[in-house]
């Protein structure tokens, strides 16, 4: 059944993400404040800052009018980063509330709120009013923007505490490339796809230090530790940590030049400052603000996370990389498993 989806946001995945909806049969309105970047959508069908090269379906309308984004959505998808999600829901609510509507809320967003600390759904709970929306449901897992728009086999998690909220997205989003199974484990699907932002700048310093596979793996094992930690801390199911949300984000993160975690950690291991590499990317670089969060609240709950404290030092303390590489490797010998 073709629904009628607004998506806010049309940086890389957001617009990847409408395009999709499209081509699965929906009616879809997709929402840029840049009214430029709305033009050549509608005209061109090109998105170049976000998606170079990629030409998106003429099908796909977007708009820099958000009340004309939104009107009659049953859906609404929000794939802000973090650091915008509150200003966008705030407006979204005005709407809702002025036009009586009630849509079921979707986001893709990877990070934790600086000071607060929340989760994205956390931050769309309070700026959201329950009286203008429905449930609220994590679309998460190992799916660069780049590769769904080519239609590689990708396959992600719904995650709503209501499972027939989750299953509705599930069958909205689904295709023959991508894939999505539920889970009711909100708490830890945003954990994990949060943190894995952190382990994918490490790794990309490691390799941009020279470091080779055996490195990497045991960086991504042993962040998926911490990452674990902090989530079962406050509540996630552990199992969630091995599934797509944990383990399966965490690999092609880390793994991957789309990353654009893993491409600024390569350009901090051959030594470009930070202020370069955001500067550079024109991109979000989630993990950067993720690292500070998740820094502070690991203090704040006594959870240890060596590996986030060690870039927290290194983005936000100026240490050198290879300084806090030695300092993680000369800790207290310790048990693997707690
Ligand atoms: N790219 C990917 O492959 C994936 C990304 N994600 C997650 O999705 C989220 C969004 O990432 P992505 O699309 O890649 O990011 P991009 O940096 O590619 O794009 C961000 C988009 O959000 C817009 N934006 C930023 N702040 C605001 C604001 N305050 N108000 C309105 N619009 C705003 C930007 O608009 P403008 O151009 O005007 O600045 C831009 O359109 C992140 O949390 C990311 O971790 C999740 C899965 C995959
Ligand atoms: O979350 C992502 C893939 O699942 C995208 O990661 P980056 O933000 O590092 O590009």
Redesign the pocket.
Known sequence: MAEQIAV?????????LANMLVENGHNVKLW???QE?VDQLNNEHLNP??MKDFVYSDKLVATSDMEEAVKNAEIILI??????IR??ASQLNTILEKNHQRPLIVH????LEQNTYKRPSEMLMEEINEENRQDIVVL?GP????D?AIKDMTAVTAACTNLNAASRIQKVFSNNYFRVYTNNDVIGAEFG?ALK?IIAIGAGALQGLGYHDNARAALITRGLAEIRRLGVAFGANPMTFIGLSGVGDLVVTATSK?S?NWRAGYQLGQGRKLDDVIKHM???I?GVYTAKAAHELSLKRQVKMPITDALYRVLYEGEDIKNAISQLMSRDLTSEIE
């Open positions: 806010l946001g049309a940086g890389s995945w957001g617009s990847t840029s404040r840049n970047q800052h976000y794939v802000i980063p973090t650091k915008g200003q966008v893709a967003t990877k990070g998460s799916s660069h923007a780049e769904v796809a932002n789309n654009r024109g991109m979000v989630e």
